[in-house]
Nanobody, 123 residues
Framework: VQLQASGGGVVQAGDSLRLSCSTS????????MGWFRQAPGTDREFVAA????????YYADSVKGRFTISRDNAKNTVYLQMNSLRPEDTAVYYC?????????????????WGQGTQVTVSS
């Protein structure tokens, strides 16, 4: 499975961005998907995850109510809608895939990773 993240950019606090992660392969609908982020000097942290069907979604407390993860299995794409962005959301955002129906929160649970897209939020 190959993942390609896109949609990052430089925005101001309070703005919105939508990240996309497109995948190769015909079995996208059988992968749970996750978004993680990593700021300079910090560990990669969980942001959001979604199950095969989209019926189960998990969020980090820091983004709950502001970010929404979704997927379109027909387009082999997972999205992260980010609203009310804050400077502390600045990071490289990575999408990841796990060949399981249930979404996970740990980086070690994901076998496949995209290259990352930079999100910078200025105050």
């Amino acid at each position: 499975v190959q993942l390609q993240a896109s949609g990052g950019g430089v925005v101001q606090a309070g703005d919105s961005l939508r990240l996309s992660c497109s995948t190769s392969g015909r079995t996208f609908s059988r992968y749970a998907m996750g978004w993680f982020r990593q700021a300079p000097g910090t560990d990669r942290e969980f942001v959001a995850a979604i199950s095969w069907t989209g019926s189960i979604r998990y969020y980090a407390d820091s983004v709950k109510g502001r970010f929404t993860i979704s997927r379109d299995n027909a387009k082999n794409t997972v999205y992260l809608q980010m609203n009310s962005l804050r400077p502390e959301d600045t990071a490289v955002y990575y999408c990841a895939a796990d060949a399981d129906s249930v979404p996970k929160r740990l980086t070690t649970d994901y076998a496949y990773w995209g290259q990352g897209t930079q999100v910078t939020v200025s105050s």
